[in-house]
């Protein structure tokens, strides 16, 4: 089973700023790494699929980069709608595993 | 447009069962594996159970201990979860996800929640 740690587990930053969410694997999970954003009460949303690719509708502010077991979320000028949980999934390995998140919240 | 609505959670005594239904329109189900993810109360998400558009296989969490089975009926573009011997740990939102690029999650639920308690 592979485990995914993210951190920080949670980062205090303002509208406009610069965000690097990391997510490392316990063993390689090649390319096959996603990312999440989750608000209250709502589902997650897939960001990012296959470490770097958006998702149909995701804004070109968040991207996604790394390999092997070290990976990066990237948000590059914060929105206030961004502000929310984000998590990381590998689909390399079964079971399927998601990392604990990272809580981006205003500052 | 995808819609994914679950239904079939509640109040269930430890010990008990549920049959968790997911009913899929917007796309062709009977093309695309689906899964099954929870979040327990305040906490992060966890991966279930996946089955792969013919139902040729099924994978699950260890945790579940051969607790739970997933199932589809393309006919009806449903999937289910049926889960016995339910412990307070399964106390979880549980959303049914649909598969995209392998085992990603591209389109989700709105969540039924399952509260297992005396």
């Known amino acids: 089973e592979s485990v995914l740690t993210q951190s920080p587990a949670t980062l205090s930053l303002s509208p406009g700023e610069r965000v690097t969410l990391s997510c490392r694997a316990s063993?390689?999970?090649?390319?096959?790494l996603a990312w999440y954003q989750q608000k209250p009460g709502q589902a997650p949303r897939l960001l990012i699929y296959?470490?770097?690719n958006r998702a149909t509708g995701i804004p070109a502010r968040f991207s996604g980069s790394g390999s092997g077991t070290d990976f990066t979320l990237t948000i590059s000028s914060l929105e206030p709608e961004d502000f929310a949980l984000y998590y990381c999934q590998e689909s390399n390995n079964w079971p399927l595993t998601f990392g604990g998140g990272t809580r981006v919240e205003i500052k | 447009e995808v819609q994914l609505l679950e239904s079939g959670g509640g109040l269930v005594q430890p010990g008990g069962s549920l049959r968790l239904s997911c009913a899929a329109s917007g796309f062709t189900f009977s093309s695309y594996a689906m899964n099954w993810v929870r979040q327990a109360p305040g906490k992060g998400l966890e991966w279930v159970s996946s089955i792969p558009a013919s139902s040729d296989y099924t994978r699950y969490a260890a945790s579940l201990e051969g607790r739970f089975t997933i199932s589809r009926d393309n006919s009806k573009n449903t999937l289910y979860l049926q889960m016995n011997s339910l412990r307070a740990e399964d106390t979880a939102v549980y959303y049914c996800a649909k598969a995209f690029s392998g085992w990603f999650f591209d389109f989700w639920g709105q969540g039924t929640l399952v509260t297992v308690s005396s």
């Open positions: 296959d470490v770097s």
């Open positions: 063993q390689s999970v090649s390319s096959y």
